[in-house]
């Protein structure tokens, strides 16, 4: 890899470009989709493999090319700058996620209190909105306040997003669900919602809810049979 | 992958802007239970310095003692490793799968 290539790869990366890097396994030959002119086959191979993000081996002309998508990272949206918050951002920046904060309160959302992090002061449906919650994006509601989390919720339930979890236990998440039936949500979407959020590890403290957040937002993506269970709603019909 | 926050790439241009001699190893293809998926990188320098893994820390070793040559060549090379070829023995890829590396000179 030439210099100039891997400037160009971190370029993009920091832009938050998808890019796939392209590699000639004989001799090493380079190209950078969709920056440089690839081959048709290849650009096909590199879609592909940033939609999956999963690399792959493809043959071209008899010869084997590497594909390597870069996807930028993961999006996790936190509403309320709470102490559950506090333990969660900096455990999930390791796991790949960019993070922000959403919470209209300023005394919580404050750079001592989540350093370094994205923080957003508007309100939630605003800051839901701004953000544009895509298939890449997980999104978390922590502040118990349905004036807070509901409006959250309700954006985060017209996105794509492949997450989203709700604090708060089955008899809060009872009302919610009525809640947001009366906005308008059918019962499939509301199952999206995972609440009690978490996977049951019985987490007591801040780390530890954060710890069964994070576990839950990996089981998910990855397809783990334990984040399937039953929606919420049925539980609650049970 | 971007799924890793292992900026490894990052630590390669680091040690190239430091003057390092650097090579990056990528996992390309896996066969049975390979710890790492495909995309993986492990960065080498001339000098010793390691950034990131291609396994679980069978077949670094082995890995980087290829780099060296690929440094002083600037060739690549495609590597094998593997429970059918008897280096996976010597690398100690007890875990019994087989995969394909790529490894590159920065340059």
């Not at chain 1, 960019?98 to 300023?106: K, N």
């Not at chain 2, 926050?5 to 390669?12: F, H, I, N, Y």
């Not at chain 2, 670094?60 to 593997?82: H, N, Y």
């Not at chain 2, 008897?86 to 590159?104: K, M, N, Q, S, Y």
Request: aromatic residues 4%; charged residues 20%.
């Amino acid at each position: 890899m030439t210099p100039a290539l891997l400037a160009r790869l971190r370029a993009a990366q920091a832009a938050k470009q998808p890019v796939a890097l392209l590699t000639r396994l004989s001799d090493g030959h380079q190209c950078l989709w969709p920056e440089d002119a690839c081959p048709g086959a290849l650009a096909e191979a590199a879609q592909a493999a940033l939609r999956e993000d999963a690399a792959r081996t493809v043959a071209l002309d008899g010869e084997p090319w590497f594909v390597h998508p870069h996807n930028p990272p993961l999006r996790l949206i936190v509403v309320g700058a709470v102490h559950i918050a506090q333990a969660l951002v900096p455990m999930a920046l390791p796991l790949g996620f960019a993070v922000t904060v959403i919470d209209p309160r300023r005394a919580w959302a404050t750079a001592e209190r989540f350093p370094g992090i994205a923080l957003r002061h508007d309100w939630p449906d605003e800051a839901m909105a701004a953000l544009a919650p895509d298939s890449r994006t997980a999104v978390v509601t922590l502040t118990h306040d349905p004036k807070l989390d509901d409006p959250a919720l309700d954006v985060a339930l017209r996105s794509p997003c492949f997450y989203i979890g709700a604090l708060g236990s089955r008899r809060t998440h009872a009302k919610r669900v009525a809640r947001l039936r009366e906005m308008g949500h059918g019962e499939a979407a509301i199952a999206r919602i995972h609440a009690p959020v978490g996977l049951a590890i019985e987490a007591v403290t801040a780390p530890e809810i954060a710890l069964s957040i994070l576990a839950e937002l990996v089981a998910v993506r990855r397809g783990a049979a334990l984040a399937a269970r039953a929606a919420p709603a049925a539980e609650q019909a049970a | 992958m971007s799924e890793s926050t292992e900026d490894v790439l990052g630590t390669a241009a680091q040690w190239l802007a430091e003057g390092e001699t650097v090579a990056i190893a990528t996992v390309v293809e896996t066969w049975g239970s390979s710890p790492r998926p495909p995309g993986s990188r492990l960065a080498v320098t001339a000098s010793g310095r390691l950034a990131g893994s291609v396994s679980g820390g069978c077949i670094e070793g082995a890995v980087a003692e290829a780099a060296r040559e690929t440094m002083r060549t600037g060739a690549p090379q495609l590597l094998d490793f593997g429970i059918s070829d008897e280096r996976a023995w010597e690398v100690g890829l007890a875990c019994g799968g087989r995969l394909t590396v790529f490894v590159e000179k920065l340059a």
